[in-house]
């Protein structure tokens, strides 16, 4: 019983020793094949979470194609290679159950031969952080999470994490490592997320004043809008006071011409929910999909009231200034991806109601 003991003791230090112990596991799989999971003690309260097969972690131009042999060699194997496994790379399923992460860095620890080496983080600039796009930016406010894998002292490397920008069902990081060199295997193409898509996109709706920090698509630029609403809506007397914006969306010019044009958003109907609808905006807004791995807030507030008669005040919201305004009349807004694809009616008089739609949105952290 106790050489049993002893030997199941063994058997279970080996397999810590290379693995979960240096915060890399493969899982789902089976063996040296898995998809490739990373935990850091300082974030996402140390869960194991799977990585972003993205350019963070395939660049061509970097190091980060040495990404699969690192991680193999932390695992405790010489070599490694991505593998495609629908059943590894995709998870229809759980999308919920965690937010993929990417790679910052990893580092070599010092050795005798030479210092600390960095992989993937010179010469790339992709982390470098977003341009601010308003003067003022507080990016410290909401720094980005950020961890180090829990590495073991003696493990060879040491690779810093934070919240990946990728879609939760896939596709993921899935590895084959090996005691022998393995070519690589072709990368089968993307699949299409399921889900809405529309041809309005981010760039077609706009936030006018409300405080909360954004992104811009996919290229990371970002910035902290901290104007406020134009004062004849909202009465700005105390910090706290006219959080939330008034939305503006792009719609087809009136009277058929070719362009669009930009009409402010009135207020929805109140069988349409004004919560959903900055949840809606906000995606829009943030060119997320409703499966992306970016956390972000929406809210919807009372809805200003649009001034009545002339407006003569420079920075005051005038209703004249504007030929279009969007009236939402319903649809069903988990079936759409841009608040365009609702039923609207698009008139030239303000919104029927005298009333314009009170949102916010924003996304802490990158
Ligand atoms: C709309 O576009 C078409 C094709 O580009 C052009 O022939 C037509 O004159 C345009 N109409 C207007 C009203 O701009
Ligand atoms: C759209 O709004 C205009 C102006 O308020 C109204 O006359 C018209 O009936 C509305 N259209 C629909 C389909 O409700």
């Known amino acids: 019983m106790r050489v049993f003991l002893a030997l199941t003791l063994v058997l279970l230090l080996a397999q810590l020793s290379c693995g979960e112990y240096y915060g890399v596991r493969l899982a789902g799989g089976s063996g040296s094949?898995?998809?490739?999971?990373m935990r850091s003690s300082a974030n996402f309260l140390g869960q194991w979470l799977p990585v972003c097969d993205d350019d963070s972690f395939r660049s061509t131009q970097s190091t980060r194609r040495e990404?699969?042999?690192?991680?193999?060699?932390?695992?405790?194997?010489?070599?490694?290679r991505h593998t495609y496994l629908d059943e590894l790379i995709y998870r229809?399923?759980?999308?919920?159950?965690?937010?993929?992460?990417?790679?910052?860095?990893?580092?070599?620890?010092?050795?005798?031969?030479?210092?600390r080496h960095l992989l993937g983080r010179l010469g790339e600039g992709s982390d470098a952080g977003g341009s601010s796009l308003v003067e003022g930016d507080r990016r410290q406010l909401y720094s980005p999470i950020v961890g180090t894998i829990d590495a073991a002292p003696d493990a060879p490397y040491e690779c810093q994490i934070q919240s990946g920008l990728c879609d939760k069902t896939g596709p993921l990081v899935a590895l084959e490592c090996s005691h022998t060199l393995l070519p690589e295997l072709p990368r089968p193409p993307v699949r299409p997320v399921?889900?809405?898509?529309?041809?309005?996109?981010?760039?077609?709706?706009?936030?006018?004043?409300?405080?909360?920090?954004?992104?811009?698509?996919?290229?990371?630029?970002?910035?902290?809008?901290?104007?406020?609403?134009?004062?004849?809506?909202?009465?700005?007397?105390?910090?706290?006071?006219?959080?939330?914006?008034?939305?503006?969306?792009?719609?087809?010019?009136?009277?058929?011409?070719?362009?669009?044009?930009w009409a402010p958003l009135c207020a929805p109907p109140p069988d349409v929910s004004a919560f959903d609808l900055a949840r809606?905006?906000?995606?829009?807004?943030?060119?997320?999909?409703?499966?992306?791995?970016?956390?972000?807030?929406?809210?919807?507030?009372?809805?200003?009231?649009?001034?009545?008669?002339p407006v003569t005040t420079e920075g005051h919201f005038n209703p004249a200034k504007y030929a279009a305004w969007a009236n939402i009349m319903g649809g069903t807004i988990s079936l759409v991806a841009a608040v365009q694809d609702l039923?609207?009616?698009v008139t030239s008089s303000p919104c029927a109601d005298g009333k314009l739609f009170a949102a916010m949105c924003s996304r802490f952290g990158r």
Do not use: H
């Open 92 to 115: 229809p399923g759980d999308a919920s159950l965690s937010r993929p992460v990417k790679i910052n860095f990893c580092s070599a620890k010092a050795s005798s031969e030479g210092g």
């Open 67 to 80: 990404y699969p042999r690192i991680m193999c060699q932390l695992l405790g194997y010489p070599y490694g």
């Open 33 to 37: 094949v898995g998809r490739l999971e």
């Open 343 to 345: 039923s609207l009616n």
């Open 280 to 309: 809606l905006m906000c995606r829009q807004l943030l060119g997320l999909r409703p499966t992306s791995s970016v956390d972000y807030i929406s809210g919807a507030s009372t809805p200003f009231d649009i001034p009545q008669g």
């Open 194 to 261: 399921p889900g809405p898509t529309s041809a309005w996109g981010s760039g077609s709706v706009r936030l006018m004043g409300g405080v909360g920090q954004y992104w811009l698509g996919m290229v990371g630029i970002q910035g902290v809008m901290s104007f406020r609403v134009e004062p004849n809506l909202c009465n700005y007397k105390n910090i706290g006071d006219c959080l939330y914006g008034r939305v503006e969306i792009e719609v087809p010019a009136p009277g058929g011409g070719n362009g669009t044009v």
